[in-house]
Structures are given as C-alpha cells and as structure tokens.
C-alpha cells in the first residue's frame, strides 16, 4: 500500500530546521548550498525555485523511516533525480561528486542534531531569510 503525499506537515518544522542546521544548509549530495525561506511568525517553510528538501536516504517505499538519521539536507534537482532509488544507484549518477557525497551522507547519519533555543533557531532562521531575501 502507498503513503499519499503529505507536503511537509509530516515533520515537526524545529526538526526540520535542525536537520538543515546538521548538514550545513547544503545539500549532502552535490554541496548546492540550499535556500530555506521560513515565515518569521510560524517557522512554516515556504517551498521556492531553489528550495531545501529532506531526502530520506532509504526510501520509505524501502523501509526507510521519518527518524533524522535517515534524513539529509536535499536541493531540489537531486531529490527529484533520486526519488525512490537507493543511495548507490544515485550516486552513480554523481560523477566526481560520488565519494564525498557518500561520505557525507555517512557523517550526517552519525551527528546528532542541534538542540537550539527558541531565540537562536529565530536568529539562524532569520540570518537565512536575510540571505535568501
């Protein structure tokens, strides 16, 4: 049976944001440094032509799971080229970007995700918006 899609209410957005936080705002894959625009009165992300995705590493339609060590910081082009496949087959499609991506992808499934504050995920949050603005 397949999961309907459920845009992004199938994630708290202080996880959200942390995961982006953990991988450095860029895409773990090709190092695209991704734009997040969130609205300053409820952290909704607001999707635009360059936006930040979560790719989850394996699949759901694999088994993957929602937990933050299945999930990576994505620009759009490279979720959409990923889709459902797994990791090795993506990465075939990679070239030169290949080793240190599945590098990268190892180290974010090891960090452990910040905890900020309230005020300093604001501040992050609002620093992103100034330079996305």
Known sequence: MSKQWQGSKWIRPAKRAAIYMRDDWK???CM???E???T???LKQSLGYDSATLDHVL???LGGTNDHRNLVTCCKACNSAKR???VSLFML???DLADGAAQRVRNAKRRKLPKPSDATLAVLI???MEIGS
């Open 32 to 34: 695209k440094v991704v």
């Open 59 to 61: 699949a759901r339609e």
């Open 126 to 128: 609002s620093k992103r």
């Open 36 to 38: 997040v625009r969130f």
């Open 84 to 86: 459902a496949s797994k």
């Open 40 to 42: 300053q009165s409820s």
């Open 27 to 29: 895409c773990v894959y």
């Open 93 to 95: 499609t990679l070239g």
